[in-house]
């Protein structure tokens, strides 16, 4: 088969981890990134494009004949990038606008998950600020609220009683703190358990789990502090069967396929699955239209096959589960932050250290939120580096993400010490999974 060029959209770890592993493919030709970071300008050409100027991005696959163009953040998708591609014929990896909503609006996706009988939280949607709080005296107890639009990862406030919840209300459809994207809102069960990231390909019929993951969203280490984009993460989880994952497939991804095909809006793409194992089975807390990030920087360097291949059979609609091969043994990434990450943080920070962390084997420092100045490695985010280490145990892999973080500095860099533990600890503890 002829080599091909692809471009990747986005900044992140998980654009770095997607271009580090198309690049070991030996079906691709050259890689360009929009707009990438100096992690991705190892690798491939970065553009200086932004992931959500739809127009330059498509004028740039147009008048470079780019054959394969893959989305890795979930505002370019929420805003129709697809269908701009696919009406001037020109191959694009991820879902539809329509399809996007089951991350883009909540409201949908709950309505959706209710409709064709996926397991989730009790829930009632409201644009109405007086009848959202009457509902609220009804159920009563611990609640979620959630902003129904995109938030970046910050409309959801998980609430302990009424009077949290009711302040959530008031901040989201009162003060609009999140915008238009709280002109609807969630108001749903609280449910407990641990949490389990299950990602899928989906070429719009059929649908084929990832390894599990698990992400790490709390700043600080044993699930404390704010909420952060992930801080880190590992896959597989471990004493969870393959028939465990068969069963959310056909109890969760598999219903999606079928119930988007029929409304006439084929999910193909990435199906990012957020599950809580609850007393009651798994129940689904979100989906995301695309890779997880830090999810991504542990589950590409557990995949055996080339990913190049699987993204092209999605496309074909000729998707096996024979095509997406995991390795044996376990990854695990550790997300260095810049101080005061998740609240503001200051930019231009030097780094030191990666080209020793890099040396290390069985491990990858991908870039999240940096960039070169004047020849000097310096961040540009609020998460700067995503560390992976793998092995044939999570021990091990854990051992030398670790190891690698050890070897790089910058002020005020701060990180988990706990990724892989927290949560198997939690996972063991709570029997049955
Ligand atoms: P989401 O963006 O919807 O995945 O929510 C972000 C985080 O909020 C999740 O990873 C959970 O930790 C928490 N969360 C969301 N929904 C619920 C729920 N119904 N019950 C308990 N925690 C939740
Ligand atoms: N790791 C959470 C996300 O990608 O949304």
Known sequence: MKKIKVLVVGSGGREHALVWKLAQSHLVDEIFVAPGNAGTAELATNIPIAAA?????FHFARNNKIPLTIVGPEDPLALGIVDLFQAERLPIF???????????SKAFSKQFMQEVGIPTARFGTFTDYKAALAYLAQVGGPVVVKASGLAAGKGVIVCEDETAAAAALHQIMQERAFGAAGDKVIIEERLTGPELSLLAFSDGQTVVPMLPARDHKRVYDGDQGP???????FAPLPDIEPTFIENIAQ????????????????YVGVLYAGLMLTPDGPKVLEFNCRFGDPETQVILPMLESDLLTIILACLDRRLTPEMVRPRSGACATVVMAAPGYPGPYPKGLPISGTEAAAALPH???????????DG????SGGRVLSVSGWGDTLDLALARAYAAVQQIQFDGAHYRGDIGRVAMSKLLGSGGF
């Open 251 to 266: 109890s969760v991804l598999n219903p999606v396929v079928r119930g988007m095909a029929e409304l006439g809006t084929p």
């Open 227 to 233: 909420n952060t984009g992930g801080m880190g993460a």
């Open 363 to 373: 491990t990858q420092v991908f870039h999240a939120g940096t960039r070169v100045e």
């Open 94 to 104: 991820g879902p539809s606008r329509m399809a996007a909503q089951l991350e883009a």
């Open 376 to 379: 000097v490695l310096v961040s």
């Open 53 to 57: 100027d739809l127009s330059a991005l």
